[in-house]
């Protein structure tokens, strides 16, 4: 029987789960998700206390597979570019599971460390082979072939509609998770609205908008978050409005939706920022979408 | 150029000396009162940190009062506080303040460009003076806080021991040369050790971990330490501005070998650096627990992202040493009486865990 490899769909996953996932299956190992997030995963995330929304997602993912695995894969990603950080939750994320759930099988919490050297990748992958028994020339072609599908699109959603363009700013573990972002990019087009998300924004653009940040942001994820809302709204033809949806206590996303809103403020585009936890109910969100999109929609076209 | 700076504790002594040193005009912001709190959280993101906020309502006041630069820290993360300086000061353009924000990031070459900005006409010498003259501050500050922690829960006449400690520290203030700070530091160490104590007293010993600024800003943590020390515990702080200078700014051989003890100790809890003082509060809460302290106290702002993760882990800590550990987060809504009650709680609950101690060895 091939071993099995649990992966959290939390988190990262929404950015590199497939070259994992693609990974291990290179290697000759069966890759278990966990599956779309549900009511119960939120319940049991809740086990931990004052964190923010996706890091209690993650960590209700990591519990549902507890029994079913023989490796939890949960790496501790530092950092995926140079000179900069993942966030500190994300950082600290494997301890929390570790200290919390009792009984869990061997955890896969290899460093991943970009910070100083993009060389540490193969270091990492090298040593996530040997933890499921591989060796190092078997891990490494493995990476080489899941690499070749690096390029696949983490949005599903394509086509125009006729009607404003907003850009859904947020993390891609928030708003691609149905549950938790209550499928709010189906909402949007249901609205009439042309979503783009940061996703759409490639990054030689955002290098480029981010020049006119006075620092550069040390968190990689938000750091791609701001340069991507400040070329759309920066854009020959600028996006019609902007939603910044971020997650209660979500640390980056305090100073960096102040950054947004300030950007979009001082050139007149319409900001809304929705913030949500396990406690938001759908009918007031839906309200506040309307709202925004009514007056879009209303403003439209000019 | 009128230069000012935010508040933390004693911090402002040391600052304003120093700068005054480099030849300028300082102005300290009001002390930290409610209006501050007010005007920060009113201006501020929602969710963001305490030190954020008051940060901001310090800088408000002082401006308002005439201050036209402002030297704040900088950071490379991942806490939040390296990005402070770059969103307050588009707040506070927006708010149509016209000042000068000089951001000091942890680069040698960054800070001492700075440094000329502000030092202009000074020769390196005089600057290195002014250096000299506010560490000794500092240090002769942190020196009587630390006898008045001790002093505090053993006083005989609640109060007396503060008297002491306030009247030193307000003359270190005025100092101006080395051999006087030193002077004054020894004579109110001196006078603390006499403060008439209550006899055969083994008071409580209480570790305090956490977030720097919470830390060592009274008014936030609604004085923790002396109503802790009132309460008959002797408190341990783990953090004084000295130490962070000299691990962080100065990294001193000692202190850096300190923190390698310490990830070492933090290990099989918290296996990477998260930011902030995250590792240190759980290195400390072990290293205190198997000193045999009767219990820990960590002390953050809410949703510190370094110290949430803390939180998160320490309960397995605190169970794996056996030592209770009470979690405090503060943000602009905390009551005096909360804090209050759940602090009584925590020590009744400590010294109980004494006397069953007590009772089973005999």
């Not at chain 1, 080489?144 to 700013?169: C, E, F, M, T």
């Not at chain 1, 900001?271 to 709202?291: K, N, P, V």
């Not at chain 2, 911090?11 to 709190?37: D, N, Q, W, Y």
């Not at chain 2, 006499?194 to 055969?200: A, D, F, G, L």
Request: some cysteine; aromatic content about 8%; charged content about 20%.
């Amino acid at each position: 029987m091939l071993a099995r490899v649990g992966m959290p769909q939390g988190l990262l996953h929404y950015n590199y789960g497939i070259l994992w996932e693609r990974f291990f299956q290179e290697l000759g190992l069966e890759v278990i998700k966990s599956g779309e997030t549900t009511r119960a995963t939120l319940d049991c995330g809740s086990a931990l206390d004052e964190i923010c929304l996706p890091a209690k997602v993650y960590y209700g993912h990591a519990a549902k597979l507890n029994n079913q695995v023989d490796y939890l894969f949960a790496p501790r990603v530092i950092s995926v570019n140079k000179g900069q950080y993942t966030c500190p939750k994300i950082i600290g994320m494997p301890d929390m599971l570790r200290n919390n759930i009792s009984g869990m099988p061997p955890v896969i919490d290899v460093n991943v460390n970009l910070r100083q050297s993009s060389r540490n990748l193969y270091e990492a992958v090298a040593a996530i082979g040997k933890i499921v028994g591989k060796g190092k020339v078997a891990s490494l072609y493995a990476w080489y072939k899941a690499w070749q599908h690096r390029n696949q699109p983490i949005s599903k959603y394509s086509g125009r509609v006729d009607g404003p363009q907003v850009a859904l700013i947020g993390h891609p573990y928030l708003i691609y998770d149905r549950q938790i972002s209550m499928n709010v990019i189906e909402k949007l087009r249901h609205m009439g609205i042309n979503v783009v998300t940061p996703e759409m924004v490639n990054a030689s653009e955002v290098a480029q908008a981010s020049k006119t940040l006075g620092k550069k942001i040390f968190w990689s994820s938000s750091h791609h978050l701001a340069g991507a809302a400040i070329a759309l709204l920066t854009a020959k033809r600028p996006v019609d409005g902007v939603i910044f949806m971020t997650c209660f206590a979500c640390g980056p996303d305090a100073l960096i939706g102040e950054l947004i809103s300030q950007r979009a403020q001082s050139i007149n585009i319409p900001c809304m920022q929705l913030s949500i936890d396990e406690h938001t109910a759908e009918a007031g969100f839906i309200t506040r979408l309307e709202a925004f999109t009514d007056m879009l929609t209303r403003r439209w076209p000019l | 150029m009128i230069i000012s700076f935010p508040h933390m504790g004693n911090m402002h002594v040391v600052l304003r000396s120093l700068f005054a040193g480099f030849g300028c005009e300082v102005m300290t912001p009001p002390p930290i009162s409610k209006k501050t709190l007010e005007l920060g959280a009113k201006y501020s993101p929602e969710t963001v940190c305490l030190p954020f906020k008051m940060t901001l309502g310090n800088f408000i006041e002082v401006l308002d009062q005439g201050a036209d630069t402002i030297v704040t820290c900088g950071g490379v993360g991942p806490c939040r506080l390296g990005y402070y300086s770059e969103i307050q000061k588009g707040i506070l353009n927006r708010l149509g303040y016209k000042f000068n924000l000089i951001a000091v990031e942890p680069d040698l070459i960054d800070a001492l460009k700075k440094l000329r900005l502000v030092s202009s006409g000074k020769s390196w010498l005089e600057i290195y003076h002014s250096f000299k003259i506010a560490g000794a501050k500092m240090s002769a500050i942190d020196n009587v806080e630390r006898q008045l922690n001790f002093i505090r829960c053993r006083e005989a006449f609640r109060g007396s021991a503060e008297k002491i400690a306030r009247r030193a520290i307000d003359s270190i203030d005025e100092a101006q040369d080395i051999g006087r700070i030193r002077e004054i530091a020894d004579t109110a160490i001196g006078e603390l050790k006499e403060v008439k104590q209550i006899n055969n007293i083994e008071p409580l010993k209480i570790g305090l971990v956490g977030e720097i600024y919470v830390m060592l800003e009274p008014y936030i943590n609604q004085e923790l330490e002396r109503r802790m020390g009132e309460m008959g515990v002797e408190v341990h702080k783990t953090m004084y501005l000295s130490d962070y200078v000299r691990a962080h700014l100065l990294k001193k051989k000692e202190y850096i070998s300190l923190h390698e003890v310490l990830a070492a100790l933090a290990r099989p809890y918290l296996g990477h650096y998260v930011g902030g003082h995250g590792l240190k509060s759980i290195a400390q809460t072990i290293h205190m627990g198997q000193q045999g302290y009767d219990g820990m106290i960590q002390a953050y702002p809410f949703t510190c992202m370094p110290e949430v993760i803390a939180k998160n882990i320490l309960p397995q800590v605190s169970k794996d040493l056996d030592i209770p550990v009470l979690t405090l987060s503060y943000d602009e809504q905390s009551g005096e009486a909360g804090v209050l009650t759940r602090l009584e709680a925590f020590i009744d609950l400590l010294k109980y865990r004494r006397q069953r101690k007590a009772a089973q060895l005999k």
